[in-house]
């Protein structure tokens, strides 16, 4: 589940986003008792279709989460065990809000939810290396969709290339060599994935096919990276024309 941003922030609102989430059909008038079952009952017959111990709960996006919400998760591990079953619960923030509302829950008055959450602590950076680089830039070059019997994705953009040989994975030091000058200029920490990503969709969906693998370069690498926002001050808006 991701956690929106609300003006309320209520155990109300957890239990309809994860029922939304799991696909549900609710309406404005259940109640977060009749929602929490629903819920619980979705994970039981799920489990035990699978015959599975143990589920797995991704939130996304916890910095928008109050105290008082984590008593969702701390209710639904309860209500769980109860049956022999267990939830684990892993919850994905932005760096630093999120450290700022776990420190902040410190207290006595959140000891229940420290004994449940929290337990591990993780840090994730964006790409920080040419071999990151590299390793991600081959999965173009290796995935196939459909999974078993498709083309990958470097096949499907530029056939004629591939089939002579060339390799995303082979420009690896010019992606990296671009980005260096905007992390040295900007004081950028890691190249993002969402900045990368559209960076090398751009270069393989438009750039490649329309110029030809043997114009992949600095300038067009730069002109993908500015694209993709990785510095929002480069992105041009466009302009509009008020005499029409």
């Not at 797995?56 to 916890?62: A, I, M, T």
């Not at 207290?107 to 993780?122: E, K, P």
């Not at 000058?181 to 993002?192: C, D, N, T, V």
Request: net charge neutral; with cysteine; hydrophobic share 40%.
């Amino acid at each position: 589940m991701t956690m929106p941003l609300r003006d309320q922030k209520t155990v109300l609102s957890v239990y309809r986003q994860l029922c939304w989430a799991a696909g549900l059909n609710i309406n404005g008038r259940h109640t977060a008792d009749e929602l929490a079952v629903r819920y619980l009952h979705l994970i039981s017959d799920v489990m035990a279709e699978h015959e599975l111990e143990q589920a797995l709960l991704v939130v996304d996006e916890c910095q928008r989460l109050s105290p008082l919400q984590f008593n969702v998760f701390a209710e639904l591990y309860d209500r769980l065990r109860s049956i022999q079953k267990t939830l684990m619960t892993v919850f994905v923030g932005n760096d630093p809000e999120t450290w700022r509302l776990i420190d902040g829950m410190d207290s006595d008055q959140y000891a229940h939810i420290h004994g449940r959450f929290f337990l591990h602590r993780r840090a994730f950076s964006g790409i920080q290396s040419a071999k990151e680089v590299r390793y991600c830039l081959a999965q173009y070059d290796a995935l196939r969709y459909p999974e078993k019997s498709g083309r990958t994705y470097v096949e499907a953009f530029v056939p004629q290339a591939a089939a002579a040989g060339f390799r995303l994975a082979s420009a690896s030091d010019l992606f990296w060599r671009v980005f260096r000058g905007y992390q040295q200029r900007f004081k950028i920490g890691s190249w993002g994935m969402q900045s990368f990503s559209i960076t090398t969709n751009t270069l393989l969906s438009d750039f490649l096919p329309r110029y030809g693998v043997d114009e992949l370069g600095e300038a067009m690498i730069d002109e993908a990276i500015r694209l993709s926002g990785l510095v929002p001050s480069l992105v041009t808006r466009p302009t509009i024309d008020k005499s029409r």
